[in-house]
């Protein structure tokens, strides 16, 4: 069964799916994706999905972890370089956990709007993708089909896995974000992440998008069997 939320924000729209795998379900364990948000006073927002590693025993509270590290670090990461956003968002993840952080090893996409720019970053599997009338941008991990093996936040992380890209953003023009864990990703050719998120865009204020997406989601058990997890987000221009 899909977890829906649709939450509707003075600037924007949001819309998460998120779905247990066949995987987790015979196994009993819950769903290890975990997402969250975050919109400042000033209007700044953070995004984020994380997927916990099924091999870690406290993969979950891992993910949760990612979460929150993402959306504490909300004002911090407004005006810093790249290596300084990973410094500091590995940092403030460990920071959470006092326990063996291999324990809860996990995953991570994000996506933070300021006025001036966008910052785009993730460890390991998944993907985030942001679009307006001026930039098409995307962020995925770019490896072997189906391979068995990921980066993830734990206790040694090599530089060259976390990526993050900053983009200049005109906060006049109208803006999609999505994010995507791993279940999603698989089924999605990256070639056509432009088609994709183009049909995303047109068809959000659809009524019947919710279903059709749910229903797709769905659908791609029978491809895989790892957790599905889609944000969405439409933020107006001003």
Not at 24 to 35: A, E, L, M, P, V
Not at 126 to 138: D, F, H, M, P, R
Not at 184 to 191: F, Q
């Amino acid at each position: 069964m899909s977890e829906v939320i649709i939450r509707e924000l003075d600037n924007a729209k949001l819309l998460v799916l998120s779905e247990k795998g066949e995987n987790h379900i015979k196994s009993g364990i819950c769903n290890q994706d975990s997402y969250s948000f975050k919109v400042d006073d000033s209007g700044n927002y953070a995004f984020v999905v994380a997927d916990g590693v099924s091999t870690c025993a406290f993969a979950k509270e891992g993910a949760d972890k990612a979460c929150e590290t993402v959306c504490n670090l909300l004002s911090e990461c407004m005006e810093l370089a790249e290596d300084d956003i990973k410094k500091i968002v590995f940092a403030e993840w460990k920071s959470l956990i006092k326990d063996n952080w291999n324990d809860y090893g996990t995953t991570i996409n994000f996506i933070y709007v300021y006025p001036e720019r966008i910052v785009m970053g993730k460890v390991g599997d998944g993907a985030v993708l942001v679009k307006n009338s001026e930039i098409t941008s995307y962020l995925y991990e770019e490896s072997e089909f189906y391979s068995s093996k990921t980066f993830a936040l734990g206790t040694f992380l090599p530089k060259q896995s976390f990526r993050v890209n900053l983009i200049k953003h005109n906060d006049r023009l109208p803006l999609l974000l999505v994010l995507m864990t791993d279940g999603i990703v698989k089924e999605v050719d990256s070639k056509k992440y432009k088609e994709f998120s183009e049909y995303i865009d047109l068809n959000i204020g659809n009524p019947n998008f919710v279903l059709e997406l749910k229903n797709w989601i769905s659908s791609l058990n029978k491809k895989n069997g790892d957790d599905k997890t889609i944000f969405i987000c439409k933020i107006k221009g001003i």
